[in-house]
Every structure is written in structure tokens, then in C-alpha cells.
């Protein structure tokens, strides 16, 4: 069987050639310094695809290429009399030299043979032994026992223990398999093709099942890139030897590879909530073009009216590089795992699920850091991590460009999931604002309660406190204009809205106001017409917005204090004029309205008490609650 591994010369002795030695050699130094399943692809595709005659296991090697194992230590081989042969030769011979040939592979893979007890054979012993049994006509006892006996250890082998070094156990099995070919060779009897074949598949079976069992135990990225190298080494090894079939082996790195793939969200989520723990929300500082390329142009991010005279502040924190950093890596690493298993292109839709896996990732941590603590922050640092999930935001577009780069194929077709989850996280953050300021704005609302809503003398002014208010909401929203000029005006808008719908809900529902005047309701419109002026004078605001966010409250004013009530009947002057007034707080208001003791201001129509029954009369009548 093995002529195809033995070189025999003039005189008929066998020889064992070192090529192989050195490609072994070779195979596992490129394998742990590059990527070993790109070596297992070129070794394969230099191999001649024709089989050995005698057995399918086999893919046939130039002679010179050529390599048989053994040992100096006895194994399951007990010894046989104590009579040794004068002088190894024929057989033997072959055998002392293929001892010496492998003790050479050890020496060159750095281990040393002292790990190999289990697939150690003393060939001359096992001659010696073979004879004897031949000699006494159990040449078939021996034979059923020889067989069974390397099966158990080939299992014990295979078994891959976690306490022990599994590159220790595959050299192991690398030694036990090149044993086999040898007794194949020279034993027939003790290894046929057939018993040969059954073992090589029975080892694939139980490698790759002790390998499921094996990946579980991996606690690290890092600690599967070793087992992928174990293995690659170890298919490239058995296929130099002339075993084939080793496919399964390579399925079980694509089967687990979502193993791998979640170690290295784990390590990225470890990378990017440290940053976030550190974060001090302060922006970059860019002193320089340098700078510019480093933490802007490299991650293809369009900042507007960014100033190019430096220094200048970028609207984005030190935290979305690192994370951006974290997740290229990411991608590289789990591109670099991938690709060589796969036998088409769809390792780069993994590529892609997994870089969506990272960036939700990383974006169910911005949802935690909002919910750590989230009372402690300020109005600012959320608006800081609000900027930062945009700029994040911005960032898929190099993330996607990046995978296109190193796969050489179009991604466009593609599209991060992930794309959802940051709309709802900016709400979320902006929800978290509107809370702050909301409770601010409750104090002083608070106060606006607890006026005096039967007053009998008309004010000349709105109250302090109004001005208070709009004086906090100012300062407070300047600053984060800086920030975020969308997010403050929308904070503005917000902010006004939550006032006006809070003041006519006291005035409709308040048990502080349940009998009030015209006076009191002028006071209101005062205050209100102060809100408006303060709020026009920010630049972003837009006349038809304050409309928008005050109409409700200030078109029931206007009703109840400037015009005539009756314009509520028509229908056309209603949907003109008070669309966003409702008929069941118009109904509130006028049941708790009394009859102004004190005149007036200019422009205001007083409504008397014998009226407002005919016009919640009329409003009943029209069905206008």
C-alpha cells in the first residue's frame, strides 16, 4: 500500500524522505502567523487529485514526499520474550528509520515526544512480538487484539480533553496516524486498507463531536482562534500525509462560528462600556488636519459648519471613535475567521449579520448608560449621548464600505437591522430631556396654580415667576444649542407646548380654580403673551411654531376675552378661527365663570352671567362637547 510513501534505492533498503517533514514544519508556522485555511486551500489545490489503488482514504503524494512514524516508547505492545535480535534488518530497519524520521517532526514542531506515550510503538518490539505470534499460529488472536487495542488509544486520543493542551493531542494524533500508515506497510495483516479507512472515518466522527463539546468551553475570541489554528494545522498535516475527507473538520468552524461571532460582541461590549464609564462628555478638540483625519475624514463623517480654523470642537465625543475603532476590529477579526471556510461568498452576509449583531450591541449600551443613573445627568450630557448616537448613526456607512473593501464585492444590497433601534434610542434620550425639564417646569406651574383666580383688579404685567421660567428654559437650552441645534429648538417647542397644555388643563381641572373671573383669564393671556414674545427672539423658532405649539391655550383666550362667544356657532368661523379650542373645556370654563366685578382692559368683551347659560345651551344644542 504505502509504496507511494517509501523510496526504495539500489540496495533495496528503504529510506524515508524529509520533504514532508519540512512542509509540516512550514504548514504550522504559516498557520500561526497568517491565515491557515488560505495555506489549506493552496495546499489542496497543488495536490494531484488521482487515489491510491488500495483505499479510497487516501490522496496520493509524489514518493519523495514521503513520511512514517514511530517511536522509542512502548505503548499497548507488551513485550514478547526477552530474546532481541542480533541485528535489525529488512523490516525492522524500515522501522528504526522512520523512528528516527519522526522524532525529527517533533523536534521541528517544538514538541517533544514525551506527550506522544499513547501513539509511541517500538517497531523492533512489535516485530519481535508478530514473529512469536506467528510462530505459535495466533498471527488472527493478535491480530483482533493489535486492532482493537489502537482504536482505544486512537479514541483516548480524540477524546480532547480541556485540561489539556489540544495542539499536544492533535500532534498526538498526527504521530498515531503515520504509525498506522507504517504498520499498513509492513503489518498488513495488523492494518488493512479497510480497517484503516473505518478508523480515519470513526476518528473524523469523534474529533468533530468532542470539538462541539470543545467550543463550549472557549471563554474567549481568542481562545477560538486557537482551536481554529488546531484544527486547520491538523487537517493541512493529515491531508500531507495522504488522508482524506477532513471536510466535516472544516464545517465544525463554520457550524460554530456564531460562538466565535458572540465572543467577539462580548469583547467589544466590554471595550465600549469601559469608554462609556470614562466618558466625560466633553467634545473633541481638533488642533490640527491631522486631527481632522483622524476623527473625522477616516470614518467618512459629514459634520455641517464645522470650522476649519483650529482649534475647533467636533459635536461628538472621544466614546464614538473608540467605538468605531472596536467595531472595525471586530469586523476584521470575524472577516478574517470566515472567509477561507465558506466555500462561496456568503461568508460576507455573515460579516454583515455579525457587524449588525456589534452595533446593537453597542446601542443596548447607550440604553444602559441612559438608564444608569439617569436622574444624575444633566440636560446636556443626554444631549451629548444623543449627539453621539447620531454621529454613531453616521458611522454605517464606513462600517459598510469597510466590508466592501475587504470581501471586493457589493454590500449595497444589504441592510443593517440596526437602523430601527437608533430612531427609537434619540427618542428615548430626547424623552429623557423633555422629562428634566418638564419637572422644572412643574415648579413653576406649580406657583401659576395657586394665583388668585377671583382677583377684582386687572394686572399691567405677567408675574415674576413666569419670567423665571422662560429665563431657565433659555439658559438651559442655549447650552445644548451647541450641542445640538434640532435638539434644542425641539426641546423649545416641546417645552412650550407641555407649559400651554399644563396651564388650560389647571384652568379646566384645577380644585384651586373652581370659580374664576375674566380678570384671573387676562392674566393668563399676560402671561402667556410673555412666553411668546421670550420664545420668538430665539432665532430657530419660527413664527408659525409658537403658533402651533400655544394654539390651544391661545385661542380659548381669545375667545373668552376678545371676541364674541357666538363666533364658536359658525362653523366657518370656528374651523378659521378656534379649530383647536374644545367644546368640553369651553363647557368647564363657563360653568365655573363669574361675572367680572371691575372693568375690563380696552379690547376685551366682558361676558355677563345671564349669557352663559344661553351659550351652554347652544353648545348642547349643537353638539359641540
Not at 60 to 68: Q, V, W
Not at 260 to 287: D, L, R
Not at 346 to 369: E, P
Not at 528 to 533: D, P
Amino acid at each position: 500500500m504505502l509504496n507511494n510513501w517509501l523510496l526504495k534505492n539500489k540496495q533495496d533498503e528503504y529510506i524515508i524522505g524529509t520533504e514532508i517533514i519540512e512542509e509540516i514544519k512550514n504548514d504550522l508556522q504559516y498557520v500561526e502567523n497568517d491565515n491557515p485555511l488560505a495555506h489549506l486551500n493552496q495546499v489542496v489545490s497543488t495536490q494531484p487529485s488521482r487515489q491510491t489503488k488500495n483505499s479510497t482514504v487516501f490522496a496520493p503524494f509524489n514518493p519523495k514526499n514521503s513520511m512514517l512514524r514511530q517511536s522509542k516508547k512502548a505503548s499497548i505492545i507488551q513485550e514478547a520474550g526477552t530474546k532481541k535480535p542480533a541485528q535489525p534488518t529488512g523490516k525492522m530497519q524500515q522501522s528504526i528509520i522512520a523512528g528516527r524520521s519522526l522524532s525529527k517532526m517533533f523536534s521541528l514542531v517544538g514538541k517533544k515526544p514525551d506527550v506522544a506515550v499513547h501513539t509511541d510503538l517500538d517497531f523492533q518490539t512489535l516485530d519481535a512480538i508478530v514473529n512469536t505470534n506467528k510462530r505459535l499460529g495466533k498471527e488472527k488472536e493478535f491480530a483482533l487484539f493489535f486492532k482493537e487495542a489502537r482504536k482505544s488509544e486512537m479514541r483516548l486520543l480524540a477524546e480532547l480533553s480541556v485540561d489539556y493542551d489540544i495542539k499536544k493531542n492533535l500532534i498526538q494524533l498526527i504521530g498515531f496516524l503515520i504509525a498506522q500508515l507504517h504498520i499498513a506497510n509492513v503489518y498488513e495483516f495488523l492494518c488493512t486498507p479497510e480497517y484503516l479507512e473505518g478508523m480515519w472515518h470513526e476518528l473524523l466522527i469523534k474529533l468533530e463531536q468532542n470539538m462541539d463539546d470543545y467550543w463550549r468551553t472557549c471563554k474567549t475570541a481568542q481562545e477560538i482562534v486557537c482551536l481554529k489554528f488546531c484544527i486547520t494545522w491538523f487537517v493541512v498535516a493529515t491531508y500531507r500525509i495522504g488522508f482524506s475527507s477532513q471536510n466535516t473538520l472544516i464545517d465544525t468552524l463554520l457550524k460554530n462560528s456564531g460562538v466565535y461571532i458572540q465572543k467577539i460582541v462580548e469583547k467589544i461590549e466590554a471595550a465600549v462600556w469601559t469608554s462609556m464609564e470614562k466618558e466625560n462628555y466633553s467634545p473633541i478638540v481638533v488642533n490640527d488636519v491631522l486631527d481632522y483625519e483622524k476623527y473625522v475624514e477616516k470614518y467618512g463623517l459629514q459634520i455641517e459648519n464645522l470650522s476649519h480654523d483650529y482649534p475647533s470642537y467636533l459635536p461628538y465625543t472621544i466614546l464614538v471613535v473608540n467605538t468605531n475603532i472596536e467595531i472595525k476590529t471586530g469586523i476584521s477579526e470575524i472577516f478574517n475567521y470566515l472567509r477561507f471556510i465558506c466555500t462561496d461568498d456568503s461568508y460576507v452576509k455573515l460579516v454583515y449579520n455579525a457587524t449588525d449583531s456589534m452595533i446593537m450591541s453597542v446601542l443596548q449600551l447607550y440604553r444602559k448608560l441612559l438608564g444608569t443613573d439617569e436622574t444624575h445627568k444633566t440636560m446636556c450630557q443626554i444631549a451629548q449621548m444623543h449627539n453621539n448616537i447620531s454621529y454613531f448613526q453616521k458611522s454605517l456607512d464606513y462600517f459598510e464600505k469597510y466590508i466592501g473593501a475587504l470581501s471586493k464585492s457589493d454590500v449595497t444590497s444589504y441592510q443593517f437591522s440596526s437602523l430601527a433601534i437608533f430612531t427609537q434610542l434619540k427618542n428615548d434620550h430626547e424623552e429623557a430631556i423633555s422629562k428634566q425639564i418638564e419637572k422644572k417646569l412643574d415648579y413653576f406651574l406649580g406657583l401659576f396654580e395657586g394665583i388668585d383666580w377671583k382677583v377684582k383688579v386687572v394686572p399691567k404685567g405677567h408675574h415674576v415667576y413666569i419670567e423665571e421660567m422662560v429665563n431657565w428654559l433659555k439658559n438651559n437650552l442655549a447650552s445644548m444649542e451647541i450641542l445640538s441645534k434640532t435638539l434644542a429648538v425641539e426641546s423649545y417647542l416641546n417645552s412650550l407646548q407641555y407649559v400651554c397644555i399644563k396651564m388650560l388643563q389647571i384652568i379646566v381641572e384645577s380644585p384651586k380654580a373652581q370659580k374664576i373671573n375674566q380678570i384671573s383669564l387676562y392674566q393668563v393671556y399676560l402671561d402667556l403673551e410673555f412666553i411668546k414674545k421670550h420664545m420668538a427672539m430665539v432665532t430657530s423658532i419660527s413664527p408659525n411654531d409658537i403658533d402651533i405649539s400655544t394654539r390651544g391655550l391661545s385661542q380659548t383666550l381669545n375667545l373668552l376675552l376678545m371676541n364674541d362667544i357666538s363666533e364658536y356657532f359658525d362653523p366657518t368661523i370656528r374651523n378659521a378661527k378656534y379649530i383647536a379650542v374644545k367644546g368640553i373645556n369651553l363647557v368647564a370654563i363657563l360653568n365655573k365663570l363669574q361675572e367680572a366685578s371691575a372693568e375690563l382692559p380696552a379690547g376685551c368683551q366682558k361676558i355677563k352671567k345671564a349669557g352663559v347659560k344661553a351659550f351652554l345651551a347652544k353648545i348642547k344644542e349643537l353638539d359641540l362637547v
